[in-house]
């Protein structure tokens, strides 16, 4: 009996201590990704790319971007997303303003597009295990930032209403 106590003790601080663990997102399941992404406040539409992974639609402080899913094995168990927001602007935006960007800015990687456009992108790894949603909602606050701060760089009126269409399939797409 003096002994079942303890053991009894130590059995409950471990069920709590599991239980107080955070739930993890990983790129195998892009539905509970969406549905963590709405539940911190974004618009979260879950589809399918032209290539046939999981490819959700959101916006951030009037501007719209993909969370692109790759790693993907026949559109499932994918590996790692990728963030991606573009701009379309009335003038190119000189490589010298982008790599300027990429120069001063540790996350977030400014680029180019084969239509002149300027993209913006960052890429997280959540294989192994995923990461858990606090982290999650910590690197979706640093991805608005980063949107804000590269949209204001650009001269880019984030007050316009949002256009309704999907987002473009850049040239960047592949790892």
């Known amino acids: 009996m003096k002994l079942a106590i303890p053991l009894l003790a130590a059995l409950w601080l471990g069920a709590a201590a599991a239980l107080a663990q955070p739930a993890t997102i990983t790129a195998k399941a892009p539905q509970a990704m969406a549905e963590a992404m709405q539940n911190l406040g974004y618009r979260a539409e879950l589809t399918i790319n032209s290539d046939g992974a999981p490819l959700i639609h959101s916006a951030a402080s009037g501007l719209q971007f993909g969370v692109y899913f790759f790693g993907c094995e026949a559109g499932a168990n994918c590996t790692t997303v990728q963030f991606y927001m573009w701009l379309e602007l009335e003038q190119q935006v000189s490589l010298s303003v982008l790599n300027e960007w990429n120069r001063t800015k540790r996350f977030g990687t400014a680029v180019r597009g084969a239509d002149g456009q300027p993209y913006l992108k960052m890429d997280l790894n959540l294989d192994f295990g995923g990461i858990t949603i ?39 797409q592949e790892l």
């Open 134 to 172: 606090p982290a999650f909602e910590d690197n979706l606050a640093l991805w608005e930032r980063l949107m804000a701060d590269f949209s204001n760089k650009l001269g880019f009126n984030s007050d316009a209403p949002p256009k309704e269409t999907a987002p473009k399939q850049g040239p960047l």
